[in-house]
């Protein structure tokens, strides 16, 4: 039908690549990532994602809000990605580095709420939105540097980031 499932993922290094192979010899373009690809997962430790033609991190990827979660590092490609879903990250307490795409122009609400071992963030230039709840509850987080381009930041997006001392817009 077009489409796979990772039923469950027991490694801790993840790697979303631009082609997967099937074992008849069958090659697919990942052009997607489902909803919740990786809700809960405890065992993940880093995520890359490496497609050239994923241009959405979708909703609950990550999500962990009934676990604590094990996630550390995400890369994503410098590609097309324009948009990270709602909660894609929420609650990876884990989560200390995050890299973005240059491409990215919208962060969705509550993204990396409660994301409390993330301290710096550097937004890309073509970032536009930062959509309610983003960053709400990311404790650690002392610096934000911006775009001059942001044209929307909403409500509480930083709230709780109780150790931010600098914001950088230009």
Known sequence: NGSATVKSATAEI???PDFITTDSGNKYVVNAIATGAF???KTVKEIR???DYITKIPENFVNNTYSNGSLEKVFINFSNITSIGASAFSNCTALASVTLPSALVTIERY????CM???TLTFPAKL????????RGCKNLTSIKLSNKVKTIGYEAFSGCEKLTSLDIG
Not at 111 to 114: G, L, P, R, V, W
């Open 49 to 51: 994602v490496l497609s």
């Open 111 to 114: 993204a990396f709420e409660n």
């Open 128 to 135: 536009e939105t930062i959509s309610e709840y983003a960053f």
């Open 39 to 41: 809700k809960g997962n």
């Open 14 to 16: 993840v790697t979303i």
């Open 117 to 119: 071992s993330l301290k």
